[in-house]
């Protein structure tokens, strides 16, 4: 028999769980420090979370960049759900191979070039850069994550459950919001609440396709880090981790509560003898 | 087989005919009432539409045109995937055979009427022995390849371990383990970045940490050097390591190792005989999902390298935002792509081949 968790396996686990969340807990820390510089402790204050809500160029920056994340994301949803289904369901149809690739491209793409390349576009076709140019860009590279998330869930799906729907006479639109949609929906929310967060992250394809008067918080956050570091931005980041921690928690725990209540279930329907 | 539900007033139970005696029996309890919201709700609007004149109006005209539901679902995705990923990229090609000029936008167009009669075509090929022969961006794309490699190998040796031990620990284990994998890559990439500037400072929690222990007399200069680099992009892309070599370890058959283990095999002998040769297919997708995207990356070597750092990113960056000469970020950006598309397209056959296989 193998030994299956060595003291080497724990000792790498440990100091790899080190190496991720040591700097995000001295950036929490810190943002709570009395004094203005970061690395020496002078005590606790939260004096810096009242600047930051008095700090009226952040709050803006905060509430464009909400507004293009909830747009962005709800878009992306759509449309990456239709593209995966398409990608699972429909076979070879003329120009998949295309279709793949500009589904996965975007995943490893740098985003110099897609902020770039999409600027240009918005340039040449001489559209209004701002708020909604960003949400367009957003959409886009967030849309193909969606199709990865939902194609991965439509490839564990059994299809003899939409079958049997279709034959008992339902129209395929009413399958799919009756049958297909509550069993994928799981993999279209997180695949909601990932394009969400990549969309709360982005900095450099919002620098790029950006227009006067619309700046998100990442490129706010980016121009103060170049003055140099402060606790102000220590406390908007705390608040940012705080938020995604939270959603993604909740998110988690939510499915496995769902997916134990699934597996109840099946169990009492096979311990009736 | 032989299972259905049975509802009874206000209550559902699980229902099953006993093949050989075909006695119905019942789930002792009710069975609790799950997600039924959304499937009536959703379900019941859908209905509504499609019984609305309108609708069935609109549907029997794009069935007439050949449009069904089906090719719908697909041209929408693709329509907008074509004009806003495919139609940005040969606009980016175009320009990059522009010639630079003071006018808003700031390059010359490609095509130009000549008299009403003819067209020419202003086809400019200086950007691009610009780019091959200053020095500055050959050095900046050789050193961008050079970075993104040794960061990539760096972020392999410190993920491996991490993968392993994940998936050799127990199985109740797993799963907060890869929670608090993946947590880290949910948050923001720009905080992540800026956590470590006040610890790779002079006079930061790692300089301090390191004097306070006694190992060094004088405070190491890490932050604004190539070494900040590699630790910000190991840092930042660890989480893509980590998943598919956790993917692939996790599904190894342990008996195969026990078989080595019975034929003689030392343990660290059956790890690079079995295990390591297994978890290739991890290792490759980890290494391309951090190689690729490092070679452009902008915001770490920006904020974490010295003005010595020459990376692509930064450089098409500062010539697009600083110089404004938008042919040569342009073309420096195709000749990135034209680097990463072996490597993309690679990438890509083996993740389109890895999900056709249903992994």
Redesign the interface.
């Known amino acids: 028999?193998?030994k299956?968790?060595?003291w080497?396996?724990?000792v790498?686990?440990i100091v790899?769980?080190a190496?991720?969340?040591v700097?995000?807990i001295?950036?929490v820390i810190?943002s709570f420090n009395e004094s203005r510089l970061?690395?020496v402790w002078a005590g606790f204050s939260t004096k810096w979370y009242g600047q930051l809500f008095q700090n009226e160029g952040i709050m803006n920056a905060a509430m464009v960049t909400l507004k293009v994340a909830f747009l962005s994301s709800t878009l992306a949803t759509i449309?990456?759900t239709?593209?995966g289904?398409?990608?699972v369901r429909?076979g070879r149809?003329r120009?998949r191979t295309?279709?793949?690739?500009?589904?996965?491209?975007?995943l490893?793409?740098?985003?110099?070039?897609t902020g770039?390349?999409?600027l240009?576009?918005f340039?040449?076709i001489s559209l209004d850069r701002g708020i909604w140019t960003i949400t367009?860009?957003h959409?886009?590279f967030a849309?193909c994550y969606v199709?990865v998330v939902i194609?991965?869930r439509l490839?564990a799906f059994d299809r003899s459950i939409e079958e049997a729907a279709m034959d008992l006479g339902c129209?395929?639109?009413?399958t799919f919001?009756?049958?297909t949609?509550?069993i994928i929906?799981p993999g279209v929310l997180s695949g909601w609440l990932?394009s969400f967060?990549l969309s709360?992250?982005d900095?450099?394809i919002a620098s790029?396709t950006t227009g006067p008067g619309a700046t998100t918080l990442?490129m706010k956050?980016?121009s103060m880090?170049?003055f140099g570091?402060t606790p102000e931005?220590n406390a908007v980041?705390t608040i940012?981790?705080g938020i995604?921690?939270t959603g993604?928690?909740l998110a988690?725990v939510l499915h496995?509560r769902?997916e134990s209540?699934?597996k109840n279930?099946e169990l009492?329907?096979s311990?009736?003898? | 087989m032989g299972r259905f539900r049975l509802r009874v007033v206000g209550a559902e139970r699980l229902c099953r005919v006993d093949e050989l005696s075909g006695v119905v029996m019942t789930s002792p309890g009710p069975i609790k009432k799950k997600h039924k919201g959304l499937p009536l709700v959703s379900g019941g609007l859908v209905s509504m539409i499609c019984e609305c004149p309108p609708y069935r109006w609109a549907a029997s005209k794009c069935y007439r045109w050949g449009l069904q539901g089906r090719s719908l679902t697909v041209m929408v995705p693709y329509l907008w995937l074509v004009l806003l990923f495919l139609a940005p990229f040969l606009i980016v090609v175009k320009i990059s055979f522009s010639e630079i000029r003071i006018a808003i936008p700031p390059y010359a167009p490609l095509f130009e009427m000549i008299d009403g009669l003819y067209v020419q075509l202003n086809l400019h090929m200086a950007n691009y022995q610009r780019l091959f022969h200053d020095d500055l961006y050959m050095y900046a794309y050789l050193s961008s390849l050079r970075i993104a490699a040794v960061s990539t190998v760096l972020t392999l040796l410190v993920g491996y371990p991490i993968a392993y031990g994940m998936a050799r620990a127990p199985k109740s284990w797993r799963l907060p383990l890869l929670m608090l994998v993946i947590l880290p890559f949910w948050t923001s990439f720009l905080i992540r970045v800026y956590a470590w500037i006040g610890i790779l400072k002079t006079e930061g929690f790692l300089n301090m940490f390191l004097l306070w222990i006694g190992v060094i007399d004088e405070p190491l200069v890490i932050l604004h050097t190539n070494i900040a680099v590699y630790i910000g992009i190991v840092y930042s892309y660890l989480p893509f390591m980590i998943l598919p070599l956790y993917s692939s370890l996790e599904k190894m058959d342990h008996s195969l190792l026990e078989a080595a283990a019975d034929l003689g095999c030392p343990p660290h002998k059956a790890f690079w005989k079995v295990t390591f040769p297994l978890s290739r297919p991890g290792i490759i997708a980890g290494c391309f999902l951090v190689f690729i995207p490092a070679v452009g990356e902008f915001v770490i070597p920006d904020l974490l390298g010295g003005s010595s750092t020459l990376m692509i990113g930064k450089t098409l960056w500062s010539e697009f935002f600083n110089n404004r000469d938008w042919p040569l970020a342009s073309a420096a950006a195709v000749i990135l792509l034209l680097l990463l598309v072996v490597p993309i397209v690679w990438f890509q056959r083996f993740q389109s081949n890895r999900s056709q296989l249903g992994e």
């Open positions: 028999m193998i299956s968790w060595s080497f396996n724990k790498s686990l790899g769980f190496f991720l969340y700097p995000i001295l950036l810190y970061v690395t449309f990456g239709m593209a289904f398409s990608m429909f149809f120009g295309l279709f793949n690739g500009m589904i996965y491209a975007p490893v793409m740098p985003e110099v070039i770039l390349s999409l240009l576009m340039v040449a367009l860009a959409t886009t849309m199709a194609q991965a490839n129209p395929p639109l009413k919001f009756v049958i949609l509550p929906l990932l967060t709360l992250d900095l450099v790029f990442p956050i980016y880090v170049r570091v931005i980041s940012l981790i995604i921690a993604v928690l988690s496995k769902r209540q699934r279930d009492l329907a311990a009736i003898p």
